[in-house]
């Protein structure tokens, strides 16, 4: 049964005024702050609202570059609240994901977000892929995944009647949401709360203050200054990095380690003409390849009624590349210049090589989705959407799998928090993720 719960007068609001909300505070061009938040991403509108919740004698501002909150990798995700299977039991990812999933479910009820508990089928269509399939269960078991369990090909097709499959991991717990929109709750939140965001600011320098400012009887109360490339300025004690698909070059920015690196991939989706819903009830994933670095195509109905297929996964371009051709000549050379995507190239490039001609030809990616669909034909999907993914690579080609935070050394350093590595489920997880940023904060900083 597919649970789903909206407050629509809540949710419609803050939808229809989400650019005047996100813009509101944009006219505090400057200012002086206990912490800055750099990112309006998910993870950033997180962290931030959980510090100034904690701590709310301190004063907090949130810079974004855009002049809207939550449009890159919030606002381009499949939407996916993710159960915690996948991931290595122990992992930050396992831990985060798990308590994540819980605290999104409860947040979204109390606030009139609305979110279907749809489910997820893993499935498997080939016997080889069982032993993958019933290893994947022990893993959910040992992360505490609720309600997971095996089940056969009739009760496949009893859940998701035109799916065909030999046994499949049911995850009942897995559901779907409009991130974007729980984002901006958050950042809703954030401003009640006394926060300051400012947008249209993108931060283009990161430094320890050379003096007060002109007639300052503070000294070097707030001793970092943040300038932006339009030429604001705002001044703090401590800073928060959560820069996504940037947060390696904020990081060299603020004289930290550039590793590990950015390297950008986009994911390109198919979607359902709307008379072929019918098709899919909940989301339909495939085993995991453990040769391949990303899961494969799935099916992921969306909270506006339609559903996606896909996404394959190519090298973007240009770093909030969401077309074909979009490029951008500095991130092209950033990224193929990295001896680890020369690594990772090398080792997956018969793969790699696959999912570039599924990108460019809808009908191979149909055929490998008509292995749990055999009734979905190339005349039923249109071409959809696209996302980039802020994957970070060692200099060894290896994704890095787990959630990475770090600082540097002297004044600077001392004084930041990046958060290096966010991948999915970033934001499954995100309120999870910012309960241990806060933590890390309070810690460092001592606030």
């Known amino acids: 049964m597919i649970r789903t719960f909206c407050t629509g007068y809540v949710c419609a609001r803050l939808l229809s005024q989400g650019s005047k909300f996100a813009t509101c505070r944009a006219a505090h061009h400057s200012g002086s ?36 909150l939550a449009l890159h990798q919030t606002g381009h995700n499949s939407g996916v609240i993710h159960s915690g299977i996948y991931y290595t039991p122990g992992s930050l990812k396992a831990q985060l994901c798990v308590r994540g999933a819980t605290l999104t479910y409860q947040y979204c009820q109390k606030k009139g977000v609305p979110y279907k508990r749809c489910g997820k089928l893993i499935v498997a269509v080939e016997k080889e892929e069982i032993p993958r399939l019933k290893a994947l269960y022990e893993r959910g078991l040992k992360n505490n995944v609720q309600d997971l369990k095996l089940i056969d090909a009739k009760a496949i097709r009893e859940k998701e009647p035109y799916c065909r499959g030999i046994m499949a991991l049911d995850s009942p717990f897995t559901g ?73 070059r904020l990081s060299e920015m603020s004289g930290c380690s550039s590793e590990p690196r950015i390297v950008p991939f986009r994911g390109d989706y198919l979607v359902l003409k709307p008379e072929k819903n019918y098709l899919v009830r909940g989301n339909i994933y495939p085993v995991p390849n453990p040769h391949f670095p990303f899961l494969g195509v799935h099916f992921t109905p969306r909270m506006d009624g339609s559903v996606w297929l896909g996404p394959n996964a190519v090298l973007a371009f240009k770093r909030e590349g ?10 092209f050379i950033n ?38 669909i055999p009734e979905l034909s190339p005349s039923d999907v249109l071409r959809g959407p696209s996302g980039v993914r802020a994957q970070a690579l060692d200099a060894e080609g290896n994704l890095v799998d787990d959630f990475v935070f770090d600082g540097g050394k002297g004044e600077l350093g001392s004084r930041i928090l990046h958060v290096r590595n966010a991948p999915s489920p970033a934001a499954s997880s995100s309120l999870a993720i910012a309960e241990m940023i806060a933590d890390e904060l309070e810690k460092r900083f001592q606030l």
């Open 33 to 68: 702050f206990d912490v800055a938040v750099i990112g309006g991403g998910i993870v950033g509108l997180a962290s931030a609202r959980e510090m100034i919740l904690r701590h709310p004698n301190l004063t907090f501002t949130l810079l974004e570059k855009e002049k809207e």
């Open 335 to 372: 990224a193929l210049s990295y001896r680890g995507l020369q690594r990772l190239v090398m080792k997956n490039i018969v793969y790699g090589m696959g999912e570039m001609y599924r990108g460019v030809f809808p009908s191979a990616q149909v055929k490998i989705l008509q292995k749990f």
């Open 322 to 331: 969401y077309k074909l051709y979009d490029f951008d000549t500095q991130d």
């Open 176 to 248: 779907i949401v409009d991130w974007q929109l729980v984002a901006l709750t958050y950042g809703k939140d954030f401003q009640e709360a006394g926060g300051t965001v400012m947008t249209d600011f993108e931060a283009s320098d990161i430094r320890v203050a050379a003096e007060s400012p002109a007639g300052s009887a503070e000294g070097l109360k707030y001793p970092i200054t943040i300038k932006s490339s339009q030429g604001k300025e705002v001044r703090c004690r401590f800073v928060l990095a959560c820069g996504g698909l940037y947060s390696d």
